[in-house]
């Protein structure tokens, strides 16, 4: 495990590469860094009851995404993941931009990018305008190559730990302990200097967002259920056919105004109902146990009745929220 870190940790020595790749790193840089400050200057990033926050995008990529059971057991630590995302941004950013363990933070760049991929980028069509995608392909060479000692940071402060211990910069060490440690000496300086940084960063956002001040959360308006006489004039969105939900079953689909899943049920022959999956206490998707004539949140054990939505045993902050539904012919719509 030490030998791993050391490698990864470890500068590569190809200069021309280095060089070659500076533009590239010079952005990916720039770009994590806005990205990780935009995120923590924004408050309604880390509100769960705004349109914009990691928790409304976590649930909205977890019944499509191949890891949505993943993200359905970290919705409820949403703004813990938030705060990690926008971390690890400003790390990457850094690391990069100023040439600090920068294959290290190649690596975190795959990995986030990968993370996206998998998720918020999952349903991206076709599937080559998928963002995400490039940034992982493109942080490839810097796993291999790091910042190769051009306009690196680390490399300066390398250098400075040799002149301090009287060895020429450009000299070829075959001392073993020696080489030790310079390595030991440059980590730890390297280290002080990025744990600074880090910190200048996670401050100025977190001054940012206090500055631009919390938005004031307003309640969701609760909308009556309902369903219109077949025959009538079909109004809003169409979610699907008649014959895709059968008397006592639940049809999961996508609200298109909020972007999150829900369920429509018909309950009793000629009656649609609909309500958000999205569980009243920490945001979880509940499952569809309709069959048992509930909804299931698998994360703290929360139960809704699947006729009316209301909450009817373990944690939670009131009823699931209805969804204002209406059948024309064979097809039912979204109002």
Same mark, same amino acid.
């Given at each position: @495990?030490?030998?791993?870190?050391?490698?990864?940790?470890?500068?590569?020595?190809?200069?021309?590469?280095?060089?070659?790749?500076?533009?590239?790193?010079?952005?990916?840089?720039?770009?994590?860094? =806005?990205?990780?400050?935009?995120?923590?200057?924004?408050?309604?990033?880390?509100?769960?009851? #705004?349109?914009?926050?990691?928790?409304?995008?976590?649930?909205? #990529?977890?019944?499509?995404?191949?890891?949505? /059971?993943?993200?359905?057991?970290?919705?409820?630590?949403?703004?813990?993941?938030?705060?990690?995302?926008?971390?690890?941004?400003?790390?990457?950013?850094?690391?990069?931009?100023?040439?600090? $363990?920068?294959?290290?933070?190649?690596?975190?760049?795959?990995?986030?990018? /990968?993370?996206?991929?998998?998720?918020?980028? $999952?349903?991206?069509?076709?599937?080559?305008?998928?963002?995400?995608?490039?940034?992982?392909?493109?942080?490839?060479?810097?796993?291999?190559?790091?910042?190769?000692?051009?306009?690196?940071?680390?490399?300066?402060?390398?250098?400075?730990? *040799?002149?301090?211990?009287?060895?020429?910069?450009? *000299?070829?060490?075959?001392?073993?302990?020696?080489?030790?440690?310079?390595?030991?000496?440059?980590?730890? *300086?390297?280290?002080?200097?990025?744990?600074?940084?880090?910190?200048?960063? !996670?401050?100025?956002? !977190?001054?940012?967002? +206090?500055? +631009?001040?919390?938005?004031?959360?307003?309640?969701?308006?609760?909308?009556?259920?309902?369903?219109?006489?077949?025959?009538?004039?079909?109004?809003?969105? *169409?979610?699907?056919?008649?014959?895709?939900?059968?008397?006592?079953?639940?049809?999961?689909?996508?609200?298109?105004?909020?972007? @999150?899943?829900? =369920?429509? @049920?018909?309950?009793?022959?000629? +009656?649609?109902?609909?309500?958000?999956?999205?569980?009243?206490?920490?945001?979880?998707?509940?499952?569809?146990?309709?069959?048992?004539?509930?909804?299931?949140? %698998?994360?703290?054990?929360?139960?809704?009745?699947?006729?009316?939505?209301?909450?009817?045993?373990? %944690?939670?902050?009131?009823? !699931?929220? +209805?969804?204002?539904?209406?059948?024309?012919?064979?097809?039912?719509?979204?109002?």
């Amino acid at each position: @495990m030490a030998s791993l870190i050391k490698r990864v940790f470890a500068p590569a020595n190809s200069l021309e590469a280095g060089r070659a790749l500076f533009p590239t790193r010079v952005f990916l840089g720039v770009m994590f860094i =806005y990205a990780a400050l935009t995120k923590l200057t924004d408050s309604t990033f880390f509100d769960p009851t #705004s349109p914009n926050s990691v928790a409304r995008q976590m649930q909205a #990529s977890a019944d499509s995404s191949p890891i949505g /059971f993943l993200l359905n057991r970290l919705i409820e630590h949403a703004t813990l993941v938030g705060y990690g995302i926008a971390i690890g941004e400003l790390a990457i950013g850094l690391g990069l931009l100023l040439g600090i $363990w920068s294959r290290a933070a190649a690596i975190g760049l795959a990995l986030v990018s /990968f993370s996206f991929v998998l998720t918020v980028s $999952w349903g991206t069509t076709p599937y080559f305008l998928n963002p995400d995608l490039a940034y992982l392909a493109v942080a490839i060479p810097f796993i291999y190559v790091g910042d190769g000692g051009y306009m690196s940071l680390e490399t300066s402060i390398r250098n400075r730990v *040799k002149r301090e211990l009287g060895v020429s910069s450009d *000299k070829k060490l075959s001392n073993a302990p020696l080489e030790a440690q310079i390595e030991r000496r440059t980590f730890v *300086k390297t280290g002080a200097v990025a744990g600074g940084l880090g910190v200048a960063g !996670l401050a100025t956002g !977190l001054i940012g967002q +206090k500055l +631009k001040g919390s938005p004031v959360a307003q309640p969701s308006p609760s909308v009556t259920a309902s369903s219109t006489p077949t025959g009538a004039v079909p109004t809003g969105t *169409k979610i699907t056919s008649v014959a895709n939900v059968p008397v006592g079953s639940a049809f999961k689909f996508t609200d298109p105004t909020s972007g @999150m899943p829900a =369920y429509l @049920m018909q309950p009793a022959a000629g +009656k649609f109902v609909a309500y958000s999956a999205i569980c009243t206490h920490e945001g979880c998707i509940v499952n569809d146990n309709v069959a048992n004539g509930s909804f299931d949140c %698998p994360c703290h054990g929360a139960q809704f009745d699947a006729a009316t939505g209301a909450h009817t045993r373990g %944690p939670g902050r009131g009823d !699931l929220a +209805k969804l204002n539904v209406s059948a024309s012919g064979d097809s039912i719509y979204l109002a």
